[in-house]
């Protein structure tokens, strides 16, 4: 399988336009559900639920008021991909930026990084308009023949601080099971 290929099948997840507003950071950290997809686990605010707009291996999932989302994407890798972990994932991430451009925000890049952990390569991209008070986050783990990526929106970010301390934990759960 090419290379654009394969970025084109398994990266295109909705980019949604805004539906409400992530509540404000809280007092207290919200109660959190472990969430296993496909080999993988996520904790989750337990107030989120799986969206009806779900495909297989690709679960959406949202709080009831619909202010932000989280969309899952685990995937198999092909054998020969042609490419290194750590070029994937720059891959993933250029990819992802740019199908975020091609949106009416007018994205500041707040954090990048890719790095090779122990768990395998881990890449991070956070991207915020504070005009329109819209965040994505895009996290990229790559462990082996394996792939999970994470994109949490938040649609009514008034603090970039509050929104980044709501997806903290959410963002550093996402692990293999194994």
């Not at 295109?12 to 950071?25: D, F, I, N, S, Y």
């Not at 686990?41 to 639920?49: A, N, V």
């Not at 092909?78 to 490419?83: A, Q």
Request: proline share 6%.
């Amino acid at each position: 399988m090419h290379l654009r290929a394969f970025l084109q099948s398994i990266f295109l997840l909705p980019v949604l336009a805004p539906l409400g507003a992530l509540g404000q950071a809280q007092s207290m950290a919200p109660r959190m559900k472990k969430v296993a997809i496909d080999g993988w686990l996520l904790e989750l605010p337990e107030d989120w639920r799986v969206d009806q707009s779900s495909k297989p291996n690709q679960p959406i999932f949202r709080p009831l008021d619909r202010k932000s989302a989280c969309f899952v994407r685990v995937q198999a890798l092909p054998e020969n991909i042609g490419i290194s972990p750590v070029q994937l994932a720059l891959e993933i991430r250029q990819s992802f930026q740019q199908s975020a451009e091609q949106t009416k925000f007018k994205w500041r890049v707040m954090r990048e990084t890719v790095a090779s952990t122990a768990i395998g390569v881990v890449q991070n991209l956070d991207l915020f308009d504070a005009e329109n008070k819209v965040r994505y986050v895009l996290k990229t783990v790559i462990t082996g023949q394996s792939m999970a990526m994470l994109i949490l929106h938040d649609y009514s970010c008034e603090s970039h601080s509050a929104s980044d301390a709501f997806f903290a934990p959410i963002l550093e759960s996402l692990s293999p099971s194994s």
